[in-house]
C-alpha cells in the first residue's frame, strides 16, 4: 500500500465541500487543543506520534473501516512514518504535505465581486489560520489590504491576471500574523499606507491613511474610501470600496466582533468599539458587503470558501452588535476574553519594524488560530 | 551536567529525534541520564511530553547557541 500525499490546497477543498473526513493529528495534545484542521464533517482521533513508535497496533480499532485516513503533524515527518505504519496495516492512508506549517501557510484567492468598468475584488482566505486579505483590481492596477507574509502568492496572482500592485494597505497594525504589507511595496514600489496612530513606533517610512483621503484604482473611479473605526486598535481604519463593500479589518467579523485588549488597553478602547459598531457602522447602507479582515470558526464560511455579509444581516444577526446595554457591552469585551494569538507581542514589533527574526521563527511565531475576536 | 551517554541529533527533523533518543534510552539502566542535541524547535514539546508518557525525567534542558540541549533520566 502507498502512502499519498495530499496538499494544503486539496485539505482546503474538502474543507470549503464540506467533505467527511478521518483525520489523525500525530502532534501532542497541548497543540492539538491549541489548533487543528477544522472542519463540520471531520472526525477527529490525536494520538501523539512517539506513542506509535513501538506499532498502531492501538489505535486501528478505533480508525474506520471504509474511509481514508488523512494523518497530520507538524511538519510532515512524524505524519508520515505513522501513515506507513498504518499503510503496512492495510489501510488508507494519506498525509498533510508539509503538515500545520503548510496549513497554516495556504492561501486561496476567491473572487468575491464584480467592480464597475470590469474592475474586480479578491478575497485571499488563509483558512488554517483564519485570516482574510484582498485583491482590488482595475485596469491594470491592483491595491492590496491586509496581505499575509506570503507575499510571493500576491504578487504571483496580480502577474496572472496582468495587474501591478500600486498601493499597499494595512487596517490595522496586525497583532495575530506577520504583514506582508511593507514587504510586498518595496518589491513593488506601491505606496505603503498605515493608520498613523497606529503606527508611531514604527522604523519605517509609511504614506499616513487617513479620513477623506480616497485612493482611486486604475483610470477609472474605483475608490477606496477609508473610514475611522477605531476600538480593536486605536488606528483601525474600515474601507469602502467601489460604494459597495466595507473592508471591516478586525472590528467586525460575521459572527463575532473584534477584541480591544490586543494592544494592551482593553480600557480605554472599548468605548471607541462601541462608537465604530453601534454609531459609525450604523450610519451606513445596510446593503455594503461586509468582507472582514478574520474568520473564526468554519461556520463562517460562505459555500464557495469566502467570507462576507451584509451589514443589515450583521445587525440583525451577529450577537456583538446587539448588546443595547452599555455597562453588558463592556463586560463582554474586557471580562471574557480568549487567550492572546501566540507570541502577538513579538507580531505586533516586527509589523512594526522593530524586529527581524528569520523565516523559520516567523513561523514558528504564527502558529496557532489567530484569536482576534469576541463573541 | 553529567550524563552517561551523548546522543547528537543535531539537523535531524521530526521524528527522528525523538527515534533515535527512545532507542539510546533502550541501552541505558534505570537511574542514567542520556544527553540529548537537537536543533528541531519541536524537540522540546515533544521530548517533554514523551518523557513523562513513558516514565523518564527531564532533568534539565537549555539552549546554547542554537542548539537545544536535554538531560534524561531513565526511569
Redesign the interface.
Known sequence: MSVNPMTAKEVATKVVNKESFFLLDVR????FQDWKVEGENIQYLNV????L?DGVGEILPKLPQDQEVLVV???E??SI?VAEMLSEEGKTVAYLKGGMKAWSEHLEPVKVGDLKDGGELFQFVRIGKGCLSYMVVSNGEAALIDATRMTGVYTDFAQEIGAIITHVFDTHLHADHISGGRKIAEATNATYWLPPKDAQEVTFRYQPLEEGQDVTIGNTTITIQPLYSPGHTIGSTSFIIDESYLLSGDILFIDSIGRPDLAGLAEDWVGDLRETLYTRYKELSDELIVLPAHFMIMEELNDDGSVSEKLGTLFAKNHGLNIEDEAAFREMVTGNLPPQPNAYQEIREMNMGKISPDE?KQR?MEIGPNRCAVR | MNSDKVLDAKGL????P??KT?NEMNELDSGQVLEIHATD??AK??LT??AK?VGHELVNHAEEGGVLKFWIKKG
Do not use: H, Q, R, T
Open positions: 501532542n495534545e497541548d497543540a501523539p506520534y512517539f506513542d513508535l503533524c507538524a511538519k515527518g512524524s512514518m523559520e514558528e | 527533523a521530526c521524528p527522528m525523538i527515534v527512545k524547535k519541536g514539546a515533544d511530553a514523551w508518557s
